[in-house]
């Protein structure tokens, strides 16, 4: 397969993933605004900006405080606005969608038929609403489907996508995004669940996490009600069973390179290899007795990062060499 | 349950409930224009008839829903192509017309005749033109008309052509008048529209399917299987197996969509300049297992860029050293570059006298009456009766530059004068023709519009071409403009056995 349909179908799954990872911590966030203190409301926000690595347009988010009247629910309009339709944010569940179509685009020809339609009426059903169009009505229900709608595509694919590496770089694409973003999102959480300046959160910052992640049926089902953040986190980071989990992630990232196998970057395949058993080794046997959690998590989401840059130079933007050649 | 009346002067009633009976009595037939269907107002062409009762069986909201769902068979796979305004880019899906135009083969087979024989002599003359030149030699056309074109390149002088057939796709753009068809241009670089030919298929017969099937129409789906035996013949390797790869600029190319397409039903990979490396004078395209060679390029960028080495420098969209490759006949490019040079519009009205140069046949098509401003004697003329003429650059494709004499205000045509005599050898100019219409469904109803027809013929070791075309239509009222890049829509063209 030619290297850029391959880089194409993988930030295909990139893109569609941080759509779902966003619209399911926007589901939870609307569904705050109805009846939770300010703080929590507050604390969400920060935590989706937080952890995407962007910046609030609402001056007010990054000055509050529970005294001050600066803020208030009508600025959710406009953050809520900022992450689902503002095409010039990067980040927004519509920009996700419209990179996601444009990296199918350009390689129409790499995608069934049926997965193009799909993905393209999801992107034309975003793209035609606007935030005034949801906020009045149900915007959980509209986030629930935009998750929805990933999910379609994502069967769509699996019932129709031929099985070349294609399909692994979409699921490779997918994951490793997932592994990044919860990464990234479990070092906010431990490093400001504590801090004071969000008043008593009563467990909310826990139990929203398991929220987001449909993982508080399973905590429940097997913790019990007690919400413990070392439980939550286990949970979330190496519970084998979780497909949300970073483990689960990883661990499906390791097994599709070793069905790639070699790589014409042949050294940097090894390592990609390589990296994703040292990162599952990580979870699996050292993460149980980590006494810095947090530190571990900083560890995890940076190796997150570097194992993307090992299979680009494998696969996608590999050096040439005659070794290269068939 | 409809009232169809046969005498084809329908008085609209009501169907109950709101539902209209569609009708032809408004049907704006102007006798200066040829139409399609209709040989008068009573009395619809004996091929167009079948289809006329369909549609007339129709209420306007039948009509209107099949309408519907082949525009939603359009949007819902975003067939579209590129639109570039000045301050944005747009995806802009072509209109489609849901009433197919109908030919009946016995025009048809004449016209494959006819464009069978011209991209033979078309063949003939590039090849000709970069080698031994004898068309001018003996005299046939001027020197300077040949070598002082923009689109004829030096470079390709003395180069190997594959199989004597530079051209390997050619869409000729045909348009009728009350004359018969007439070839209105050549598009021998890089002709675009048969995936739309492809695709209005779909969406149309997807909706009459009783009459498409009753009416036995020629097959424009095996046009993938054509184009990939036609591009294999080229294979410079020789073997059953060619890797084949088309190139394409790029995602932002207006024909995108159609590269794609193309590169789906042949199972060649779409690449982009920077897929594709040269070593040793051999292609190779960048894959997930490694290096592999290319040997067939469908190349869908223009020839100033496909080597940067080669012609221009500058481009960043093409592949370094791929033209030495070919030089060396280690890969091959369909269509070959300098191709141009044969569909410049001062070299199309050359193109009978090739023909019996090179064929010694007669035309089998027409051309369009044209007249080059670069001779003072047709430039006189022109100047004459520019309210009368269309001048078109030289060079010019699209649709742009185009100058309508009879629409201009006095201040554009002095305008357009003044540029004319400053640059005489870029223009030509050609009657106004008054194109064909076929009835099209617009604002629920049946109006005339304008259409031109494009159909695509393959050539390797032999010529192939399929039984259809891809059909513009004007759209705007009166306009006589079918580029999609002007606001022009497409439909079906049926050839049927009759």
């Known amino acids: 397969m030619l290297s850029r349909s391959a880089q194409g179908l993988y930030w295909i799954g990139r893109y569609l993933k941080r759509a779902e990872h966003i619209s399911r911590l926007m589901n939870v966030q609307v569904a705050a605004l109805i009846d939770r203190p300010l703080a929590h409301i507050y604390f969400g926000w920060t ?57 199918a685009r350009q390689i129409r020809h790499c995608v069934s038929s049926e997965m193009w339609i799909c993905l393209n009426r999801s992107y034309f059903r975003i793209r035609e609403q606007h935030i005034e169009d949801i906020w009045t009505g149900n915007p959980q229900q509209f986030y629930a489907d935009m998750v929805q ?103 499906q990232i390791r097994s599709r390179l070793d069905e790639l196998g070699d790589a014409p970057g042949n050294r940097n395949g090894a390592t990609a290899n390589r990296f994703a058993g040292r990162l599952t080794s990580l979870i699996k046997y050292e993460w149980p007795d980590a006494e810095d959690k947090k530190r571990m998590l900083t560890l995890l989401e940076n190796l997150a990062f570097r194992l993307h840059d090992y299979i680009s130079s494998a696969w996608f933007n590999y050096e040439i060499d005659d070794s290269v050649r068939f | 349950m409809f009232e169809v009346l046969h005498d084809y002067i329908l008085v609209r009633h009501a169907l109950g409930r709101g539902r209209v009976q569609i009708e032809v009595k408004d049907y704006d037939y102007d006798p200066l224009f040829y139409d399609e269907m209709f040989g008068s107002p009573e009395d619809p062409r004996s091929h167009c008839r079948k289809l006329l009762d369909e549609i007339l069986s129709m209420s306007v909201e039948e009509l209107d829903s099949v309408h519907e769902r082949v525009t939603r068979t359009f949007s819902s796979q975003s067939i579209s192509f590129t639109l570039y305004g000045e301050d944005e880019v747009t995806e802009r899906i072509i209109p489609i017309d849901c009433i197919p135009r109908i030919l009946p083969s016995s025009e048809w087979d004449v016209l494959e005749a006819g464009l069978k024989q011209r991209v033979a002599a078309l063949n003939s003359f590039i090849v000709d033109v970069y080698s031994n030149c004898r068309i001018l030699d003996d005299g046939v056309m001027p020197v300077d008309v040949v070598k ?32 018969g068809f007439r070839v209105l241009e050549d598009n021998l670089r890089v002709p675009s529209g048969v995936s739309y030919m492809i695709a209005n298929r779909q969406a149309t017969k997807a909706n009459f399917r009783s009459i498409y099937r009753d009416y036995r129409v020629r097959e424009v789906e095996q046009y993938g299987r054509h184009l990939y035996e036609t591009l294999s013949e080229f294979n410079p390797r020789g073997n059953n197996d060619p890797c084949i790869a088309l190139l394409t600029p790029g995602v932002f190319n207006s024909a ?243």
């Not at chain 2, 779409?270 to 592999?292: A, I, K, P, Q």
């Open chain 1, 149 to 251: 709608d990933i999910h379609t595509f994502m069967g769509v694919a699996s019932s129709t996508l031929y099985r070349d590496e294609g399909w692994d770089f979409l699921q490779i694409g997918r994951v490793i995004e997932h592994a990044q973003l919860m990464s990234a999102l479990l070092v906010f959480q431990v490093s400001e669940s504590e801090s004071e300046k969000y008043g008593d959160l009563e467990d909310y910052d826990w139990l929203s996490l398991l929220q987001c992640f449909q993982a508080d049926e399973a905590y429940q089902h097997y913790y019990g009600l007690k919400v413990e953040p070392d439980k939550v986190l286990n949970l979330l980071v190496n519970d084998v069973r979780l497909p949300n989990s970073i483990y689960f992630a990883l661990d």
């Open chain 2, 256 to 498: 995108f969509y159609e590269h794609m397409f193309l590169a789906d039903e042949i199972g060649a990979d779409l690449v982009e300049g920077r897929d594709l490396l040269v070593n040793d004078g051999y292609v190779y395209m960048r894959t997930t297992s490694g290096l592999r060679r290319v040997d067939v390029i469908y190349r869908r960028i223009d020839d100033d860029f496909i080597d940067p080495l080669f012609f221009r420098e500058d481009s960043i969209l093409g592949v370094p050293g791929l033209m030495h490759a070919y030089r060396k006949g280690n890969v091959a490019l369909v269509n070959a570059p300098g191709t141009g040079v044969a569909d410049d519009k001062s070299i199309y009205a050359f193109v009978p006298d090739m023909i019996r140069y090179y064929l010694s046949e007669e035309p089998i098509l027409a051309n369009v009456d044209t007249y080059l401003c670069r001779f003072p004697k047709d430039l006189e003329f022109t100047l004459d009766n520019i309210d009368k003429l269309v001048v078109k650059p030289v060079g010019g494709s699209g649709g742009y530059g185009l100058f309508l004499g009879s629409r201009a205000t006095d201040e554009e045509r002095n305008e357009f004068i003044e540029k004319l005599r400053a640059d005489p050898a870029n223009y030509i100019s050609q009657p106004e023709l008054a194109l064909s219409r076929a009835p099209c469904w617009i604002d629920r109803q049946l109006e005339p519009r304008c259409v031109d027809l494009r159909p695509f013929i393959l050539t390797g070791t032999s010529s192939r071409i399929v039984g259809g075309a891809f059909c513009r239509i004007a759209l705007p009222k009166d306009s006589l403009i079918v580029n999609s890049s002007q606001g022009g829509g497409a439909k079906d063209v049926w050839v049927v056995d009759f």
């Open chain 1, 47 to 103: 935590r989706l900006y937080s952890h995407l690595g962007t910046s609030s347009p609402v001056a007010a988010l990054r000055d509050w405080s529970e005294e001050s009247d600066g803020w208030g629910l009508a600025d959710s309009f406009t953050l809520a606005d900022d992450l689902t339709f503002t095409r010039t944010n990067d980040y927004s569940i519509c920009s996700c969608f419209e990179m996601g179509r444009e990296n």
């Open chain 2, 148 to 179: 002082g074109c923009p689109q004829y390149r030096i470079e390709m002088h003395g180069v190997q052509m594959p199989l004597n057939a530079p051209v390997g796709v050619c869409g000729t753009d045909m348009v009728r008048t009350h004359d």
